[in-house]
């Protein structure tokens, strides 16, 4: 018999996310599965890294994606030679909690004493309008 791949199904997931996993443990074989092959499908964004050399285990480990759709084919082989394939797609998010914040850099060499270093890291107000 042929064996039976499993994606694990669609998933979605909000940044920040250090480490995000696909679970294909679930595939089947009426003896064992012999080889697991991961591919990401080319309309898929190309954001993010394969870690561990995954996409040749039951388990993708994936970093560094950024918000957006992903598809990712299994597929699955037995002993035979015999294969079968499933997609799991992936929706990444944004944090919602920062969509509201802004993020300030400068750079540039400050010189200062301590004592005005004081001023740089005492909360700063807003007088009223």
Not at 81 to 89: E, I, K, L, N, P
Not at 91 to 110: G, N
Request: hydrophobic share 45%; net charge negative; glycine share 6%.
């Amino acid at each position: 018999m042929a064996p039976k791949a499993n994606a694990g199904g669609d998933k979605s997931i909000t940044l920040p996310c250090d480490l995000i996993v696909i679970n294909g443990s679930l595939s089947s074989d009426d003896v064992a599965i012999a080889k697991y092959h991961w591919t990401r499908d080319p309309i898929s964004l190309a954001a993010g890294s394969v870690i561990e050399n995954s996409d040749e285990t039951a388990v993708l480990k994936l970093i560094g994606l950024v918000p957006g759709r992903y598809l990712f084919h299994l597929t699955v082989f037995d002993f035979q030679g015999a294969s079968s394939s499933d997609t799991a797609s992936l929706i990444v998010e944004s944090p919602k909690h920062l969509m509201d914040h802004v993020e300030i850099m400068i750079i540039a060499d400050i010189n200062f004493s301590l004592k005005t270093k004081r001023q740089f890291t005492e909360p700063a107000s807003v007088p009223d309008a």
